[in-house]
């Protein structure tokens, strides 16, 4: 697994792990170890086909050292989406507020979403299935309240990224329609590597980067076009 | 369901059936409301969670009925993707070797795959679950064949995309690093309306082509942008 071993998402364990004491490390540890197993488990059987035995057996625990952390599949799920956008809420923190224009800010949040993507793509997938099963209605009674709660997260960090998209049209950067849509259109690119990357052998962290900015470019394209000018 | 009532898929089939027989015409009529009505029991609840009894229900037929046209579930989603990408095939005929400049194609090309995204969404969203199933190897031997075909097919329409693509850029109108990766972006935006379009109330064909008209923009932006211009 990926996420975690490099990237945002380790150092902010560390960081977060070092104002633990040794005693919450270790239970902490052991939590975060699951969280990534069942990331991964959900990313590749979908909820469904995804049951307890299958994380435990992905990290060689028992069912009873999951059940430990999480009363049930659904709780483990909720929080592996938790965790996912806990990761990116914190990754977007820096640009808070940041000063000048609007692209540049825009830029550098765009990118830092992108490198989440990939960096933490098992977690980021599970926000998907999350939504994906709140859009259609296949949540049960119990679960419902906790993916309200949890969409609502997930809509205040949007919220961030559109504030921005509205600045900067508002600066004459972008030009867009509707910004329902424009909103739409970006974080489909924005999120799309969630479904194609893959990382290569001997690909380097610059590679990575590469992969990001073409992403960035092609949505900064895409929200700076003059509508209607070709046919 | 809004699928054949409107636009492509329902001309595509009114001079289908004009070409049969009244025998076939009631067999065939049969068969693609049992397709439709899959097509979206499929889009609501997922693969898994469908069952046979569902998509009987939502017509006010029988199980026996179903089972008449497909002789399993597995068979009928297959149907359901086949008839999906039979429709995108179609639709993108009258392009296929058309003069002039590049941009001019790829343009009508987009337009018309968005339009079909909109128009025949339960279908389409059948398609995405179809490859999501494939790639994470969620298919059983028995169907694995039956999927590498339905992939194939599918990959020879986005083949069609993709010379286009590449002519654009040799025609110095499209610029991008990565083919591979601009055709991942492509096909995420101008197929994104399968996850975010839903109709409203009072909404002409001309709103319609304006939303369509949106996303091929930032497509086309999003593939004209001069990369590392603006940081």
Known sequence: MKAGKTGRAGRWEVSRRMALGVREHVADSSRIDILR???CCFMERGYTATSIDDVARRIGATKGRIYHHFP????????VFRHGMDINFE???????????????????AKTHVLQMIDTKPFQRAVWIGVEMHLRGATTP????????????????????RDTLIQCRDEGVFRFEN?????QLMFMTLNSPIFWYS???????SDIEAIADQVVDYAQGGLCKEQGTQT
Do not use: C, H
């Open 37 to 39: 197993a069942a990331a």
């Open 72 to 79: 049930s599949k659904a709780d483990l799920f909720a929080e």
């Open 91 to 109: 990754a977007l923190a820096p640009f808070q507020g940041m000063a000048g224009p609007a692209l540049v800010r825009w830029r550098r949040m």
């Open 142 to 161: 119990e679960q419902r309240s906790v993916f309200n709660e949890l969409i609502d997260y997930r809509d205040r960090y949007g919220a961030q990224f």
């Open 179 to 183: 910004p329902s849509i424009a909103g």
């Open 199 to 205: 990382p290569r052998t001997g690909e380097t962290r």
